[in-house]
């Protein structure tokens, strides 16, 4: 049942790479789940930011050296002399009484840093601790795997502490500040959905020797400098309704099945690589291709998605109300593009049965605007 | 957003224009402005880089820090940008006018950012000054926590609706205008005017189109492009630190200088398009009722510079529980009032209201002039009815009292009922104001038979709310003695907030 499946996946990825599903591309499930292109572009593995290039709308995100730097920095130092900075920040500022400390460096297993050893290290270790026979409290990037649509995800949380409780937490170490106890919410969010990636995938990897997903705690840790300084502090970030959300999306990859049957035969993403790497499918033909699957384009989607400018430009050319945001959407309940709410507002359309209400109330504002114009208007 | 609002902006994707939201324009524009174009590094906490400042386009001033990470150049750029800022607030306090308790100064200063995110950089800037201590082991000059509280004042008091001492272009703009791009779009401030104003020669596409290139329209900030910063930025910030390090003073004021001419390239196509987005905004005439709020603006300035001259503390990190609940009560009510002054003065805003039911307007089919009705305290009162016939889906139910931009100020009226009539819609109203003191109403201050008029709701008067004193607050609501910033007074580690990545 499944292999017909993925070898339609496969087709639609072509010759190019599989690019694994990161804690990133999860979190994005979240934030646009009805969007079939982007579940089957990520379902297939493809490479959005190249196809969205090549298709004439490159994505521009890029992240800042200074951010990056700041990040491995913070982490380094939260880190150092194992973790001593973040065992303190759990004992003061949540005071939390932990006993004995250990802790487990899981980076690379004897200077192997291949993700299987290191999963299989991982999953060694997390398995002794859970079991209550291991030293370590403290684990320094494991290596988790969840399987997302039949296919591994190696994905590598900052830390994961156990014993909290009696109970694994994942530590999220972020660099945006919390100042005077707040946040910038979105990227709290954006974290918090990462983080229930990783716990999602500790749970799994202990359901399968019977532990109770009870074992994995769904608050995590969130620790991040404090004000404008360099030293850490620390808070717990209620995730529940994230690691619900999330389970929910994952579970519908596993019907990506029911997607990839209402696509036309033999299509396909392929952008046609040759041996130097560039691509040779002519363009036109590659957005001809994207134009068969269905889009949810939203104005959010430029916040995160590689093929946002793309799907932007291809609602522009429905007339889609979709670029003009929810705030405007929301207004015409049942209409799809400007044509036809302004076929509506000045009666050159008939509405069909359920539009009779929205119809009336858009003649009533167009006759509204048409009067402040013959006012004299704003200019 | 309103149906109305909405359908603006379908027509403005249609005909790829900007088309007019509003009349006027409801914000007050000084005659002096200072604009402010904070820009910060990426992934510090309100490191600021660089600020173009300045109150006319021609006399824009260029402030960078070479190392923002560096301590000491962050609070010197702090203490140069602040002097500016406080030398302008400055020039507003003086030629106080009226006496005792209720002198005000005649205007305010007014500073403006190209965008929220500027005022954001502007709050983040505010609270790393604003606790500095100006002595011992990591003392700051005077000006800066001067500054800090002052530019937190501002900030606090953007919050307010209606508000006009601090505020974004970009929201001015998107009040007056609007576009055929989401709110998110609207935020940037080239991709708005590309809308509103398109550069000579380019057409509302390739403008747009422009406005989301970084290497044509660099982002108005706060946050500079991740290619420049990867492919300038970082290399020039780089080439500043060696020659810091290897004492090289020509190397040092090359790479400096270097750096200015960077940056300069990156903020000055933003405050070059944010003073032609000020120009715009002074070809809109002003909605009368701006003065009312400006009036409340400069009693606001006021008694803040009273409180700075009186030595008073920095705002405090997080407010108690009975401050909070009072500038929410604030809050909402100055946005009640915008809201309503809006409606009243602007027949858009007006017919905004009316396509979502909560105003309407329509013609008087009939009218009881001469009714009157017996007070509790035996008086008799003129108390005329009318009956309007409205197109609009009201909203509103018996009881609602209502202004009127269409009658003499002063007039009041409640609805008593309304009624469906075919299509229409009958609203019976009771006049209860306005009318003079005589036992009759006065000329003209009853709507009569034919007349077009239009009713919105009145936000009214509301006592402002009780709350007990701050000794008295349930231990439910105030802080635990351990808690820190229950003391504004002793703000912790004021002076000596550690500083990370110094070299």
């Known amino acids: 049942m499944k292999a017909p499946v993925d070898d339609r996946l496969d087709a639609l990825r072509g010759s190019a790479k599989r690019l694994d599903y990161s804690a990133r591309s999860l979190a994005a499930l979240e934030n646009n789940p009805r969007c079939t292109l982007r579940a089957l572009l990520d379902a297939s593995g493809s490479d959005k930011a190249a196809i969205a290039a090549h298709a004439g709308h490159p994505s521009p995100f890029g992240q800042s050296a200074f951010a990056l730097a700041r990040g491995n920095v913070f982490e380094t130092m939260v880190k150092d002399n194992g973790c001593a900075e973040l065992l303190r920040l759990l004992r003061e500022t949540l005071q939390l009484t932990l006993p004995e400390v250990g802790y487990e460096d899981l980076n690379d297993i004897g200077g192997d840093g291949r993700a299987e050893v290191r999963h299989d290290r991982t999953k060694q270790v997390l398995l002794q601790a859970a079991r209550g026979n291991g030293g370590g409290t403290l684990f320094d990037h494991p290596m988790l795997c969840l399987p997302v649509g039949g296919h591994k995800a190696f994905l590598e949380p900052d830390l994961v502490a156990f014993r909290i409780g009696g109970r694994f937490h994942v530590v999220e170490i972020k660099s945006f500040p919390i100042i005077d106890g707040q946040a910038d919410p979105t990227q709290v969010r954006a974290a918090t959905t990462q983080a229930c ?21 769904d608050t995590i840790v969130l620790v991040a400098p404090k004000d404008f300084t360099n030293r850490p502090t620390a808070a717990f970030v209620d995730a529940r309704k994230q690691v619900a959300a999330l389970s929910r999306q994952l579970a519908r990859i596993e019907r990506i099945g029911d997607l990839v049957d209402l696509l036309p035969e033999g299509l396909t993403f392929d952008l046609g690589l040759d041996k130097d790497k560039r691509a040779r499918r002519p363009a036109e033909e590659l957005a001809e291709a994207l134009d068969q699957v269905p889009a949810t384009y939203r104005p959010d989607c430029l916040n995160h998605c590689e093929m946002a400018f793309y799907c932007r430009s291809r609602a522009r050319a429905d007339s889609s109300l979709d670029v003009l945001g929810p705030a405007v959407r929301e207004q015409f309940g049942g209409i799809d593009t400007t044509t036809m709410v302004l076929g509506l507002a000045q009666g050159r359309l008939t509405p069909t049965q359920d539009q009779v209400e929205m119809a009336a109330a858009l003649r009533h504002a167009a006759r509204l605007r048409a009067e402040l114009n013959v006012l004299g208007g704003a200019e | 957003m309103s149906m109305l609002s909405a359908l603006a902006h379908v027509q403005a994707t249609e005909s ?13 524009l000084s005659s ?13 906490a309100g490191a600021p880089l660089a600020a173009m400042v300045g109150s006319a386009r021609r006399k824009g001033t260029l402030l960078v820090v070479a190392q923002p990470r560096n301590r000491d150049q962050r609070f010197a750029f702090a203490a140069s940008l602040g002097r500016t800022v406080i030398d302008y607030i400055d020039s507003f306090r003086q030629g106080r006018r009226g006496g005792g308790g209720h002198s005000r100064y005649p205007d305010t200063p007014q500073i403006l950012v190209p965008n929220h995110g500027g005022i954001k950089a502007l709050a983040d800037l505010g609270r790393m000054c604003r606790f500095r201590s100006t002595s011992g082991p990591h003392a700051v000059p005077d000006v800066v926590p001067e500054f800090g509280m002052w530019l937190t004042f501002l900030v606090d008091r953007a919050e307010q609706a209606g508000t006009s001492m601090l505020l974004p272009v970009t929201g001015i703009l998107a009040e007056h205008w609007a576009t055929g791009q989401s709110t998110l779009e609207d935020q940037n401030l080239a991709s708005l005017m590309a809308w509103i104003a398109p550069p000579a020669g380019l057409s509302v596409e390739q403008a747009m189109a422009d406005a989301e290139n970084p290497d044509v329209c660099p982002p108005a900030g706060p946050a500079t492009s991740p290619e420049f910063d990867n492919r300038d930025l970082a290399p020039a910030i780089k080439r500043f630190d060696t020659a810091r390090t290897l004492g090289d003073l020509r190397a040092l004021a090359a790479a400096e200088s270097d750096l200015r ?3 300069a390239g990156q903020i000055q196509p933003t405050w070059r398009m944010t003073w032609e987005a000020i120009a715009l905004l002074r070809s809109v005439p002003e909605a009368p009722r701006t003065i009312k709020r400006f009036e409340r603006d400069c009693a606001a300035f006021t008694s803040y510079s009273d409180y700075r001259d009186s030595g008073g503390l920095p705002q405090r990190k997080r407010d108690t529980a009975i401050g909070a609940a009072q500038r929410l009560g604030w809050l909402e009510r100055a946005l009640a009032e915008f809201e309503s002054d809006m409606a009243f003065d602007d027949p858009f805003v007006l017919a905004d209201r009316r396509s979502a039911g909560e105003a309407f307007a329509g013609t008087v089919v009939e009218a009881e002039p001469s009714r009157t009705v017996t007070t509790a305290s035996n008086r008799r009162v003129p108390r005329p009815r009318v009956t309007i016939r409205t197109q609009d889906p009201v909203r509103l139910a018996a009881d609602t009292k209502l202004l009127s931009p269409s009658m003499p100020s002063g007039h009041k009226a409640v609805i008593v009922s309304v009624l469906p009539d075919g299509d229409a819609t009958l609203v019976t109203v009771e006049v209860t104001g306005g009318m003079g003191r005589a036992r009759v109403p006065a000329r003209g201050s009853v709507p009569v038979p034919d007349q077009r008029i239009a009713y919105l709701p009145d936000p009214g008067w509301r006592p402002a709310p009780q709350f007990p004193g701050s000794d008295r607050t349930p231990w439910t609501h105030s802080a635990t003695a351990g808690e820190t910033g229950a003391d504004p007074a002793a703000p912790e580690d004021a002076a000596a907030e550690e500083w990370g990545n110094e070299d």
């Open chain 2, 32 to 44: 002096r402005p200072l604009v402010i174009i904070p820009l910060v590094m990426a992934g510090e």
């Open chain 2, 16 to 28: 790829m224009q900007a088309v007019p939201l509003t009349a006027f324009r409801h914000r007050r």
């Open chain 1, 197 to 217: 990636a990783y716990i999602i995938a500790l749970r799994n990897l202990l359901a399968r020797v019977g532990i109770d997903k009870q074992a994995v705690s």
């Open chain 2, 261 to 263: 001419e960077l940056i």
